[in-house]
């Protein structure tokens, strides 16, 4: 134990000094800051990732393949819907459609429909979408942009308009039709 001997004063002499410092709690004070540091080091090293623009060319390298077309159709807007092609970030085409849906009851449902919409995409996947070939079995892609005030039979409405647009696809030896995208979304 670690202490010191201040002992008695003999004739008002000095005070004899013993001091004793334990060693053993410095040790190992000393051995769990160094652990430690050691762990320290090496989960710091995993969890960085070697980057460098060493890159190495090669001679016959194809040019890489052109980012796909997406139709992205904004819905944010009560009066229209905007459709616009992006190619990337660029912007290829956009166009307006008037919001103009027909309500009808199926059963106890409510259904939307916006036929206006449908014959747009049609047309503007005629002249601008990429996979119309029956021997492409890619589709293209069509990203719905909506908030999140939009009632749902809304959102199903323009996802039935965008699945109205057909292809041909070959299955096996017959062709088929198929919807020509496949749908994903963004909301805010």
Do not use: C
């Not at 393949?65 to 092609?85: G, I, N």
């Not at 956009?94 to 049609?122: C, H, M, N, W």
């Amino acid at each position: 134990m670690g202490g010191v001997n201040i002992g008695g004063r003999a004739n008002g002499g000095r005070r004899a000094l013993d001091s004793e410092i334990n060693m053993i709690p410095m040790i190992d004070l000393l051995m769990v800051t160094i652990s430690f540091l050691l762990i320290t080091a090496v989960w710091s090293r995993t969890a960085r990732m070697d980057a460098d623009a060493q890159v190495p060319a090669v001679a016959d390298a194809t040019p890489p393949a052109p980012p796909a077309k997406q139709l992205h159709v904004e819905m944010r807007s009560s009066d229209k819907f905007v459709l616009v092609w992006k190619q990337g970030g660029a912007v290829i085409g956009t166009s307006e459609v008037p919001q103009r849906g027909v309500v009808s009851t199926e059963g106890a449902v409510r259904v939307v429909r916006y036929p206006d919409l449908a014959e747009k995409v049609a047309s503007e996947w005629r002249t601008t979408g990429m996979h119309r070939d029956a021997s492409d079995p890619k589709f293209d892609q069509a990203v719905l942009h909506s908030d999140n005030g939009v009632p749902y039979a809304s959102i199903v409405g323009v996802m039935d308009a965008l699945l109205q647009v057909q292809r041909p696809i070959e299955v096996g030896k017959k062709v088929e039709k198929v919807s020509a995208f496949t749908l994903a979304f963004a909301t805010n």
